[in-house]
């Protein structure tokens, strides 16, 4: 049986890897300036919503695998996602274009080794890489976000790796948002929950990705404009096709999703979410999706 490949936004997830908040080192002064938090995150409050989280995942039949190690990164570690794609053929590592979580690529390595997983690339300078910016549309087709966090859509030796595994990557603008400072991925205002169903803030998207993406039949849910200031509408993970968790705090998106079908569970995100800035697709990193 596999026990890794994950090419796949929206495929039944079957494996997962999570980082536990449990930071050793005090945290900077400078949280927004560094680490781009709305203010100093509460360790505990932030530890119990994490398992909350672990375990809303375990119920819906995922194993739950976590992230273990020291970290210079470890404020942003807990974002897994970020750090690595998991392919049919095993581990692609990322490079962050954000200096401080550098670092985690390291870590990754370390902890997808301790599950037997082979690493078959690893980002080096000048390319970089955030796994928020990866839109799995097909299993044959990722979208990559140009942001400022990511270039891998514009480096000749990445598209013809993947393109070498059968996988085409097409390159999809990322708003300026805010700056640099401030977190915006290409899942930061687009979720797939299912082949054929998004989740969107479709007020930011490019009008070339969003008629990319319908024509490969892709129909639309809008975060609802009173929920969009909010800024996680839109980052909802799926775990089956039309089977998704997502933040409590939009009760619109979770109305229009239920109205299209969709099974949605909500956790609490205060600490986790809202003060450091990821949503539940930011938090898991997928290991095992089956298709």
Same mark, same amino acid.
């Given at each position: 049986m596999r026990s890794y490949g994950a090419q796949s936004a929206v495929a039944p997830l079957k494996r997962c890897l999570l980082r536990r908040? #449990?930071?050793?080192?005090?945290?900077?002064?400078?949280?927004?300036?560094?680490?781009?938090?709305?203010?100093?995150?509460?360790?505990?409050?932030?530890?119990?919503?994490?398992?909350?989280? $672990?375990?809303?995942? =375990?119920?819906?039949?995922?194993?739950? @695998?976590?992230?273990?190690?020291?970290?210079? $990164? $470890?404020?942003?570690?807990?974002? $897994?996602?970020?750090?690595?794609?998991?392919t049919d053929e095993g581990a692609v590592?990322?490079?962050?274009?954000?200096?401080?979580?550098q670092a985690e690529s390291s870590l990754m390595v370390e902890g997808l080794r301790g599950l037997d997983i082979p690493i078959i690339y690893r980002m080096q300078s000048p390319m970089t890489a955030d796994g928020g910016d990866f839109l799995w549309v097909r299993r044959n087709l990722v979208l990559a976000?140009?942001?400022?966090?990511?270039?891998?859509?514009?480096?000749?030796?990445?598209?013809?790796?993947m393109g070498d595994m059968g996988v085409e990557v097409k390159s999809a603008p990322v708003p300026h948002w805010t700056g640099t400072g401030d977190v915006m991925h290409l899942t930061s205002f687009i979720s797939l929950v299912d082949h054929d169903l998004a989740v969107a803030h479709?007020?930011?998207m490019a009008v070339e990705t969003a008629e990319f993406l319908q024509e490969q039949g892709?129909?639309?849910? #809008?975060?609802?404009?009173?929920?969009?200031?909010?800024?996680?509408?839109?980052? !909802?993970?799926?775990?089956?096709?039309r089977?998704? !968790?997502?933040?409590?705090?939009?009760?619109? !998106? =979770?109305?229009?999703?239920?109205a299209a079908g969709a099974e949605v569970t909500v956790?609490?995100?205060?600490?986790?979410?809202?003060?450091m800035k990821g949503g539940a697709? @930011?938090?898991t990193l997928a290991l095992l999706r089956e298709y």
């Open positions: 908040p #449990d930071w050793n080192t005090k945290l900077e002064e400078d949280w927004h300036g560094k680490w781009g938090f709305s203010r100093k995150p509460d360790l505990q409050e932030a530890q119990k919503e994490h398992e909350q989280f $672990a375990n809303i995942l =375990r119920d819906l039949g995922v194993e739950v @695998c976590y992230l273990e190690g020291d970290s210079e $990164a $470890a404020f942003d570690a807990i974002f $897994a996602h970020d750090r690595a794609l998991l590592i990322l490079r962050s274009g954000k200096p401080s979580r976000g140009y942001s400022y966090r990511t270039n891998a859509a514009r480096q000749a030796e990445f598209v013809k790796f479709r007020k930011i892709v129909e639309f849910v #809008d975060v609802p404009d009173e929920e969009f200031d909010m800024g996680l509408g839109a980052n !909802v993970l799926a775990v089956a096709p089977k998704c !968790v997502m933040l409590k705090d939009y009760p619109g !998106v =979770r109305k229009d999703l239920e956790f609490s995100g205060e600490e986790l979410s809202h003060c697709t @930011c938090l």
